[in-house]
């Protein structure tokens, strides 16, 4: 986290700098072929997790590789445990270098890489699950979900954003706050939301009926670090997940769901937040807790 994104108290995340696009007709110059990407993420990263979640619904495992970086990063930022075998790389900076030399900002995950041209396509996540669930439907395994279904989108891009600015990332602007005012006003909004879709979900499994959609695939990452590392680390801590009956159960719901429990890995999850973010957590030092079971049975599918 670099000092120029908190300004006057205020987290502010940086701008997406690659965001071309992967298109189904390969108008973009960049077709929707199988094997030729490789998708780079971190374990820990909500963000991440989404592409990791939609490739597996979706069955694109075989067309699109992945790469998953080591979950603790220093001033150089994301690498692999062991050089990338496919494009070598030790670091994701050299990937964003390759693109572009004079590349100044952070390297981030997700980020999608051609392994055709050699570059890297996009770091833009918002954008990164939508191609894969509209522009690759030719490789979409037989009886995959419609994640986003055309009549749905204007309600899912709704609430998305609500979700995105007062949960996703409501909780880094909540940790990341350097004043009081910050905090606390990221603190209210992400608890009005939350209260929100306790009642949401008490009339409906999923945010959008019996289906997962991009909806839940994006709400769900933020709930599975909420109590073992939002809760405390960015101190978001008025209730835990586990605390509201709705959507604790509908977490687990997810999380029963393979796409959704095999891509959760709770030890890089906490390694990465307690050991990275230092200007939070200057010790390092990694909590033990929550005792929270997972696997409890829920009730959703009433
Ligand atoms: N691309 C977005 C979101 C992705 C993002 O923030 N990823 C984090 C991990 S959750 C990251 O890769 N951070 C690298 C860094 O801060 O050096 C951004 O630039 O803010």
Known sequence: MSVQEVEGGRFVRQANRFTDRITADGSSGYPAEPGRYRLFVSYACPWAQRTLIVRRLLGLEDAISVAVVDPIRDERGWRFPDRDPVTGAVFLSELYLAR??????????????????????????????????????????????????????????????????????????AGFA??????????????????????????????????????????????????????????????RIADYPNLWGYARD??????????????????????????????????KGPAIDWTAPHDRNR
Do not use: M
Request: include cysteine; aromatic fraction near 14%; glycine fraction near 4%.
């Open 254 to 287: 997810l999380y029963s769901i393979p796409a959704f429990g095999e891509t959760t890995n709770f030890d890089h999850i906490k390694r990465h937040y307690y050991v990275t973010q230092r200007n939070i957590n200057p010790s390092g030092v990694v909590p």
């Open 178 to 239: 350097t004043s009081q005012d910050a905090y606390e006003e990221a603190f209210d909004a992400l608890f009005a939301t939350l209260d929100q879709l306790e009642e949401r979900l008490s009339t409906s499994r999923y945010l959008f009926g019996d289906d997962v959609t991009e909806a839940d695939v994006r709400l769900y990452p933020t709930l599975a670090r909420f109590d073992a590392v939002y809760h405390g680390h960015f101190k978001c801590n008025l209730r």
């Open 100 to 173: 572009d030399p004079s590349f100044q900002g952070r390297y981030t995950v997700p980020c999608v890489w051609d392994t055709e041209t050699g570059r890297l396509v996009t770091n833009d996540f918002p954008n990164i699950t939508t191609t894969f669930e509209t522009e690759f439907t030719a490789l979409h395994r037989p009886g995959a979900p419609d994640l986003y279904p055309e009549a749905l989108r204007p309600r899912i891009d709704e609430l998305n954003d609500l979700v995105y600015r007062t949960v996703n990332n409501g909780v880094y602007k």
